[in-house]
């Protein structure tokens, strides 16, 4: 595995912090005009193309976990 | 990477649910005097050409899915980096195997999720019974 800089890594926790943070505020009912995540795919789910960008990128998501990505438990 | 997966689709159901308990965040009664689809045991059972009109919203989305990520894998391939790993056979089987092992599980998700609703709702709403002929 290749060796990067340590705040490469802390950029990536920050921005997923970030995310869940954001998703936590508008879950907690402390703000009625912060969209949930769930609220903000319906809303691009609205149209054709959103509803194809979401499946791709849910399918490269899968793609890359459970497919490039996978290894046997066992496998040497 | 499973891990987050996982978590960023618990989060998506955990945001799903809340949305749509009575009060919710997006609340239900505002949703549907919005005029946007709602579900729950109110509705009208689905009828053949309800799952008819699903089946071809839902393979419209897949194919419509499938073919937009191969164009960006193919454009990203030729245009920024000639990735290793046999990329674009595995882009083009990977993702057609798992929309093949993703529809059935949708499909038997959905069938059960609308029959569990329908059996509510003949639970709590029995059709009436017939009277019956005087002697």
Redesign the interface.
Same mark, same amino acid.
């Given at each position: 595995m290749a060796h990067h800089p340590l705040i490469g890594y802390l950029v990536w926790a920050l921005l997923?912090g970030a995310l869940?943070a954001w998703?936590g505020l =508008?879950?907690s009912?402390l703000s009625?005009y912060v /969209?949930?995540?769930?609220?903000t795919?319906r809303a691009i789910m609205r149209y /054709?193309?959103g509803?194809? =960008?979401?499946? =791709?990128l849910?399918?490269?998501? +899968?793609?890359?976990?459970?497919?490039? +990505?996978w290894h046997f438990l066992l496998r040497a | !990477?499973?891990g987050?997966?996982v &978590?960023i689709m618990v989060?998506?159901a955990?945001?799903?649910w809340?949305?749509r308990r009575p009060g919710g $965040?997006?609340d239900h009664g505002a949703r549907q005097a919005r005029g946007e689809r709602a579900s729950g045991p109110g509705l009208a059972p689905v009828t053949a050409a309800g799952w008819r009109r699903l089946a071809a919203h839902v393979a419209? $989305? !897949?194919l419509?899915?499938?073919?937009?990520?191969v164009v960006?894998v193919v454009l990203y391939y030729y245009l920024v980096a000639r990735v290793g790993?046999a990329f674009i056979k595995?882009?083009f089987t990977?993702?057609a195997?798992? &929309?093949g092992l993703?529809a059935p599980v949708f499909a038997l998700a959905s069938w059960l999720t609308e029959l569990r609703r329908a059996r509510t709702t003949h639970k709590a709403h029995p059709p009436a019974q017939q009277p019956r002929p005087a002697p």
């Open positions: 997923f869940f998703e =508008a879950l009912h009625n /969209p949930t995540l769930s609220d795919f /054709p193309f509803r194809w =960008a979401l499946f =791709a849910w399918l490269w998501f +899968g793609w890359h976990i459970f497919v490039r +990505g | !990477m499973v987050g997966f &978590i989060s998506l955990v945001g799903l809340l949305s $965040t997006a419209g $989305t !897949m419509g899915g499938y073919l937009l990520l960006v790993g595995s882009a990977g993702c195997l798992l &929309i993703a």
